[in-house]
């Protein structure tokens, strides 16, 4: 008889013992032979060498299952210790699973460019409309890179920047007005990663979220860098930003060039940084449209009509500055030709 203390890291404890710790006891009866406690992440087994190394084996193999589909259930344990692991039906194009096990997958061809470009280079730059998925498939990635150990940590940003209200107008501390801006980043993450795992990631610095004006002074080593947002940041800050990048770090930006909220005097530091840097090898452009949008349909009608109307007023524009032109240009035309008759 031999005992060993068997350590649960990596692992959402809530899901992998199961609702009134439902799979724990299913595990137990599997494994009559040995004496199984278990206490917050660890369980202390007693019992037959033999018996103990299969066992061994069987949790390592239901950690990963738990970690891939972020769910673990009676039938998936069965089927595990079993011999007939679920690895099987993996989705070839699966990035992570959501979690209610659902497949996350790139939807386009082009969002299908953002996960080739991310695993050949350390920095790319993501621009598209509205719902072309960016900000969820950026932290797909990153969320994938961090379970699988190919990063410590996960940095999220995003520039502080109203839009079309002042920061001085929500209730809270710094901290809480700062928040708002953050939370299509939070709902991401709740989307992919069981709530107290999040939490405790959160608690350890593994996970950051960030404005973008506390990125200033850090290197940034060992992670995956996500900047949302990079059409609010000024030339100065999306500099600031991409220097900061450290050893083992892919960095992804993002951002809408038609959703600019920065003063009409200040220029889009994205544009100009898609301008500088098109040419530096190693860092990945990718452009997504209207075809891309993958939220409710109306969302591609409404962008449509919006750049439709662009086109309009800037076809416009351009005819009543024509016209205008021609008007003071004819006064003048008249009086040059009185001139020349005299």
Not at 28 to 56: H, Q, S, T
Not at 132 to 137: D, N, P
Request: one cysteine or more; hydrophobic letters at 40%; aromatic letters at 6%.
């Amino acid at each position: 008889m031999i005992e060993k203390h068997i350590v649960l890291e990596d692992v959402d404890l809530l899901t992998f013992y199961g609702v009134n710790n439902a799979n724990m006891q299913m595990i137990k009866a599997l494994y009559p032979k040995l004496r199984i406690v278990a206490r917050g992440n660890v369980m202390k087994v007693l019992g037959d060498e033999v018996e103990m190394c299969a066992f061994e084996d069987h949790i390592a193999k239901l950690i990963h299952h738990c970690n891939t589909y972020n769910s673990l259930t009676e039938e998936d344990i069965l089927s595990v210790i079993k011999g007939e692991a679920r690895e099987q039906s993996l989705d070839s194009q699966a990035i992570c699973y959501s979690v209610t096990g659902k497949a996350i997958v790139p939807r386009t061809e082009n969002q299908k460019r953002i996960v080739e470009a991310f695993n050949t280079d350390d920095m790319i730059f993501a621009t598209g409309p509205a719902g072309s998925g960016k900000t969820y498939l950026s932290i797909a990635l990153a969320v994938r890179a961090l379970k699988s150990h190919h990063a410590r940590k996960i940095i999220l940003s995003r520039p502080a920047v109203e839009a079309g209200e002042k920061l001085g107008f929500l209730p809270g501390d710094m901290r809480e007005k700062i928040s708002p801006y953050l939370q299509p980043l939070y709902d991401a993450l709740e989307d992919m990663i069981p709530a107290l795992k999040l939490q405790e990631y959160m608690e350890q610095d593994i996970i950051q979220i960030a404005p973008l004006a506390f990125m200033r002074g850090r290197t940034l080593n060992d992670a995956i860098v996500i900047l949302d947002e990079a059409q609010n940041t000024t030339g100065a800050q999306i500099k600031m930003f991409l220097t900061r990048m450290g050893q083992n770090t892919k960095m992804i930006i993002n951002g809408d060039l038609t959703q600019i909220d920065l003063p009409s005097s200040q220029r889009s530091g994205l544009s100009l940084a898609l301008r500088i840097l098109r040419d530096v090898k190693g860092i990945s452009f990718v452009e997504l449209n209207e075809k891309d949008i993958v939220r409710h349909r109306l969302v591609t009608r409404i962008v449509e009509a919006y750049d439709r109307y662009k086109k309009e007023e800037d076809q416009r524009r351009q005819t009543n500055a024509g016209s205008e032109t021609k008007a003071e240009a004819s006064p003048t035309n008249e009086s040059e030709h009185k001139d020349i008759k005299n």
